[in-house]
């Protein structure tokens, strides 16, 4: 729940930090998200800022004509938008290009970066609030000038955060478990703001792989899971990574990929499990990966129920 003072804050505090340099020569923003929250409308009221919604949910074909037409000059998109636009060619050529609402995977940027010749920028937000975003010299800053953070540790140099917001009135946020893991960096930006910055958002507390090993259950962090794959060999530029059951993992890559890639990725993924010792049947599906606008993109994904 928020109010309407506090959604027009919070679209401020997007602006301002997204981008400053821009409002006061006509922004034209594209939103695109799963859901209209109620937020983005207000905007088009604004003399400086033409603002347009586009529903993930419908697919991009529904809404392509209107986007082109639009011709934003800042895009905010999840990043498995971005990249489809990068495939299919989609004629835009705005001025700064946000990933928000999925983890920016490192093996999407470079198609993304290439395709728009633009630095990827990243909004980190959830329905809980806006945590981050990126500064001019490429610096992800938390937030910290409206929300208090506290973080745990996860492992393997990972934290989770525990967001207090203290000017949200309507619904308190006090000391609230974000399920997200971030490496913290240990450098203050160039840019000058004291603004703590995060290195990387890996991806989510409820996709890392529980194991277990002759030594005791185990935890297998997302990033090692994915660093895996895309080291064995430069060709996969896309896969899913699945637990499907305390003891079976699911790879899957698509079968335009060469059969060498494949195996390498089914190697590397296997070493990396037997290093750890753990105990799991790792199994290769070679099948199509489409794009669903239905669900948020995790190309490492644990399914099992969780036990807390
Ligand atoms: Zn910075």
Same mark, same amino acid.
């Given at each position: 729940m928020i109010s309407e003072a506090e959604k027009y804050r919070w679209l401020g505090a997007i602006l301002a930090k997204a981008a400053p340099d821009l409002v006061w020569r006509g922004m034209r923003v594209a939103v695109i998200l799963p859901?209209? +929250?109620? @937020?983005? !409308?207000? +905007?088009?009221?604004?003399r400086l800022i033409k603002l347009a919604f586009f529903d993930l949910? @419908?697919?991009p074909e529904s809404w392509r004509g209107a986007l082109e037409a639009f011709d934003p000059t800042v895009i905010i998109a999840p990043p498995k938008m971005l990249r489809h636009f990068a495939a299919e060619n989609v004629r835009l050529r705005p001025r700064r290009v946000f990933s928000a609402a999925e983890t920016l995977d490192p093996v999407d940027r470079p198609v993304i970066e290439d395709f728009f010749r633009l630095p990827l920028d990243q909004i980190y937000m959830a329905t809980e609030g806006l945590f981050a975003v990126t500064c001019r010299q490429g610096g992800l800053h938390l937030a910290e000038d409206s929300v208090f953070f506290e973080f745990e540790p996860a492992g393997e140099g990972l934290v989770t955060p525990l967001v207090t917001a203290f000017? *949200?009135? &309507?619904q308190i946020m006090a000391r609230y478990r974000m399920n997200d893991l971030l490496r913290l960096s240990k450098e203050p930006c160039r840019c000058g703001s004291p603004l703590r910055c995060v290195d990387? &958002?890996?991806?989510?507390? !409820?996709d890392v792989f529980r194991l277990t090993s002759p030594d005791g259950p185990i935890l297998v962090t997302p990033d090692v899971l994915r660093n895996a794959v895309l080291k +064995? !060999? *430069?060709? &996969?530029d896309d896969f899913r990574l699945i637990q499907t059951g305390p003891d079976t993992v699911e790879l899957r890559l698509p079968p335009t990929l060469a059969d060498d890639a494949a195996v390498a990725a089914h190697q590397a993924v296997r070493a990396l499990l037997e290093t750890r010792k753990a105990v799991a049947t790792l199994s290769l599906i070679r099948a199509p990966l489409p794009l669903e606008t239905s669900r948020k993109l995790r190309r490492v994904e644990c399914r099992l129920e969780r036990a807390r």
């Open positions: 859901q209209n +929250a109620g @937020l983005y !409308d207000s +905007a088009r009221k604004s949910t @419908l697919g000017r *949200r009135q &309507i990387e &958002i890996v991806g989510r507390m !409820d +064995a !060999d *430069r060709r &996969i």
